[in-house]
Structures are given as structure tokens and as C-alpha cells.
């Protein structure tokens, strides 16, 4: 807790509490959680004209295929030069391979304070009264080994979380196969890669070569998505919900942004 400056996260949890006061009419001992979705809706929204941006770049990269072929068709002897070539291209178009990076890096700060707010059993030296609020039947400062450990997984805190693996894991299947989809269009990974590209390959008869390394990041990117059970797993139910609120935020995003 010490990298986050301490007025940071009193005001954060104060504000927490706040909304989760207004809320509490509504959804009683839950209020709480309902912030915490609240929280990272808005969070989503502000960083919604970002994802607009890289939406628009993803499709100028898909725009460039043509072009990136032919470079692949050029140098498919040469890695090095290909690389090089590509990323030549994107400046002289002024498209960038990461600009899809940065909606989700700028959500990390949220997610890290309330990481720490339900980790904390103080703030400010006074005790954390966030962590006596749950989601249903789960504390929202506990983590899915202390359901188990109370109740099993099909105690009342373990169906708690049985519902968010439910729901990571149709939103993770969903956006797997939308990524095959995408995968499939652009052919070998190359949309998966983030260049566009860079991952390289057509499967021509003259087995093109491909950027090293790139490639296998093609064929990754499709179950990247799966990786978010395991953070709901392991991190407060707090900050899961977050996790699952915006992964859930993402999928319903891109399907409208990339359609």
C-alpha cells in the first residue's frame, strides 16, 4: 500500500463508502458491491473514447493487409528486413501495433485500489469498515480459498464465486471465439498479434517466413481471456468483481466497436 499516496486512498475509500451508502436502500448488504460495479462502469465510460481510437486503428490495420502482404511476398527470405518493413508502414500510416494497449493499462490504477482498499484492514488508522460488506454471502475482502475453507464450493460464499466463474467463463468463450473469427479473416494470427501482420504468413507454397515470435503470440491471444478466472480466483472478491464487471464491459464493447 505504500506506492499509493495515503490521501489517494483515503478520498477512494471514502468514496466507496459514500456510494455504497446511497445504494444500501436498495441493495442493503450488497450496497457495496453495486458501488464497486458502479465504479468501474464509470471508470469504463472514461476511458470508452479510447477504445472508440483503437477500434478505428484495428481497422486501419486490417485496411493495410494488402499492402503487408506483399511486403511478406517481398521478403519472406528476410525476417529482419520484414520486420522492419512493417513497422515502417505503420508510421508512414500513422497506425500504432499497441494503441489497443492503452484503454486497459489505463484501468489498472482502479483495479489496483481496490485491491489494496479490501486487503487493508485499516485506512488512515482506522479500521476498514469496507470489509464487513459482501456480496451475498461473500465478504467482499475475502478471496475464493477462504469460501472454500468455510463452506466448500457449493456453500453459500462458494456459489457466490461459482457465478462469477460462470460468467468469466462465457465472456472468456465469447471473446475466444471472436478472436478465432478475427484470426481466421486475417489469416495465421495475424490480426491476434496486435500488428496486423507482424505475425506474418499466408501459407503459401513458399512457406513464408514470419517474425520471430510474433506468430506464437497469434495463436496466444485467443485464450488470454481464460487467464481472468485464475485472477478471480486469487485477488479480494472486490477487486474480482471488477475484473468480471469490466472483462464483461469489454466483450459487449468490442462486439460493437469491431462489428
Request: hydrophobic share 50%; proline share 5%.
Amino acid at each position: 500500500m505504500s506506492v499509493i499516496p495515503a490521501s489517494v486512498f483515503s478520498a477512494f475509500a471514502g468514496g466507496v463508502e459514500h456510494l455504497a451508502g446511497l445504494l444500501e436502500p436498495v441493495f442493503h448488504a450488497s450496497a457495496a458491491a453495486a458501488a464497486i460495479v458502479l465504479v468501474t462502469a464509470l471508470v469504463r465510460l472514461l476511458v470508452h473514447p479510447l477504445s472508440r481510437a483503437a477500434a478505428r486503428g484495428q481497422k486501419a490495420r486490417t485496411a493495410l493487409q494488402p499492402r503487408l502482404a506483399e511486403l511478406r511476398t517481398k521478403y519472406r527470405k528476410d525476417p529482419e528486413r520484414l520486420q522492419k518493413a512493417v513497422l515502417a508502414l505503420h508510421a508512414e500510416e500513422k497506425v500504432s501495433p499497441l494503441s489497443g494497449c492503452l484503454p486497459g493499462l489505463l484501468q489498472m490504477p482502479a483495479f489496483f485500489l481496490l485491491y489494496h482498499l479490501f486487503s487493508s484492514t485499516t485506512i488512515g488508522g482506522d479500521a476498514n469498515g469496507l470489509l464487513s460488506h459482501r456480496l451475498l454471502a461473500a465478504p467482499l475482502g475475502g478471496r475464493w480459498s477462504d469460501a472454500l475453507a468455510g463452506g466448500g464450493p457449493f456453500g453459500a460464499a462458494g456459489l457466490v464465486y461459482a457465478g462469477l466463474f460462470a460468467v468469466v467463463a462465457v465472456v472468456a468463450t465469447f471473446n475466444f471465439l471472436r478472436a478465432r473469427r478475427a484470426s481466421a479473416g486475417l489469416g495465421d494470427g495475424a490480426g491476434l498479434a496486435g500488428g496486423a501482420g507482424l505475425a506474418g504468413g499466408t501459407g503459401g507454397a513458399g512457406g513464408e517466413e514470419r517474425v520471430p515470435g510474433l506468430a506464437a503470440v497469434g495463436r496466444v491471444m485467443p485464450f488470454m481471456s481464460f487467464a481472468t478466472l485464475v485472477t478471480v480466483a486469487v485477488v479480494p472478491l472486490a477487486a474480482a468483481l471488477y475484473v468480471v464487471t469490466s472483462t464483461t464491459w469489454s466483450a459487449v464493447e468490442r462486439a460493437v466497436l469491431y462489428r
